[in-house]
């Protein structure tokens, strides 16, 4: 019945339908009667969750006005930035830590824009045998917003963060981080997801996937995040559900520091425990075992 409603052109929100679970739906003013008398003989009991969607829509644009800020350089997180923004930012950091981050375009997207991210290493050229490597990415679907200002979150922490297990992850590791792999998407924010008619079918995951295999050649690749909204999941590699969150994909910008703050929290604990098993020490460059960990990582967890 729910598939037959996506061939009306109903919007959803819930990309996986499974039996005993939630369906998030979005409807038009318009079709919303129809919506409800269709479901209601189906057995179905619809509730409004968003009256307004494009409400939300509005209040992104807006800048937070709390009383805490943070940033680095021209760049903040009181509000979600444009591609322009991002990649200058990115460049902006190479000024500010010379040495330390360089920039790096793992390839183009349909219409030509780069796949842009930074490469942080604090031992560049003092590492000896195989270095660790870790790669983060976001924004491959491109209505996931807080996708690509919690992985600009995670650079910063990495590089001006005081918090000795921070330190730890981030100069432990060669990092090689994208904000945004779909910036065609991100551009134009479009709505839905498309996976493409078979695997790596497409320019951005391509490039994606050959950066990945060539980091594997040279280093000890031990982490992957790939980081999405809204589904409250991390996968490893399968989904674990948390809650489904009030907002959706329209994450307000009053909330864009705290999600952050609480995904570096969940970073710092993995690697913590990750280290307590002694997948790798902080202190040798001798590592007791290899692991390819691959999370993707469902933002608002323990979202206030």
């Known amino acids: 019945m ?16 499974t039996v005993g679970n939630d369906a998030r739906v979005m409807v038009s003013p318009e079709k919303n009667e129809e919506f ?4 209601s003989t189906a057995g179905l009991n619809a509730t409004v969750s968003i009256a307004n969607v494009q409400t939300l829509i509005n209040a992104q644009m807006i800048p937070a006005n709390i009383d805490r800020s943070s940033s680095l350089g021209s760049f903040n997180w009181i509000r979600y930035h444009t591609l322009a923004e991002i990649h200058a930012w990115l460049d902006e950091l190479v000024e500010l830590y010379p040495g330390i981050v360089t ?12 796949l842009k991210g930074v490469i942080i290493d604090f031992k560049a050229g003092e590492r000896e045998g195989t270095p660790l490597v870790g790669m ?8 996931e917003w807080i996708s690509p200002a919690t992985v600009t979150w995670i650079i ?5 963060s005081d918090d000795p297990d921070v330190r730890i992850m981030a100069e432990s590791f060669i990092w090689h981080i994208i904000p945004v792999t779909n910036p065609d998407g991100y551009a134009y924010t ?23 295999l060539s980091l594997k050649r040279t280093g000890n690749l031990l982490y992957y995040f790939a980081f999405h909204s809204y589904s409250q999941m991390i996968l490893i590699p399968f989904s674990h559900l948390r809650d489904l969150g009030v907002n959706g994909f329209l994450l307000p910008t009053e909330q864009i520091i705290p999600n952050n ?9 993995m690697d913590r425990t990750t280290r307590q098993l002694r997948y790798y020490s902080s202190s040798s460059s001798i590592y007791a ?15 206030r």
Not at 103 to 114: D, F, L, P, Q, Y
Not at 190 to 212: K, L, M, N
Not at 261 to 269: D, G, P, R, S, Y
Not at 289 to 303: D, P
Request: aromatic content about 12%; hydrophobic content about 40%; overall charge negative.
């Open 2 to 17: 729910l598939e037959d409603l996506k061939k009306e052109g109903y919007e959803f929100w819930t990309e996986y339908l």
């Open 36 to 39: 409800v008398k269709y479901a």
């Open 103 to 114: 920039t790096v375009n793992i390839g183009t997207s349909h219409e030509g824009r780069a």
């Open 136 to 143: 983060i990415e976001g924004g491959i679907h491109s209505r």
């Open 156 to 160: 910063k922490e990495f590089l001006t």
């Open 190 to 212: 479009f709505d839905g997801t498309y996976a493409g008619p078979v695997p790596a079918s497409e320019r951005e995951a391509q490039a994606i996937s050959t950066y990945v």
């Open 261 to 269: 703050e609480e995904i570096m929290a969940c970073l710092v604990e």
């Open 289 to 303: 075992s290899f692991m390819s960990l691959v999370l993707s990582v469902g933002f608002l967890i323990l979202l």
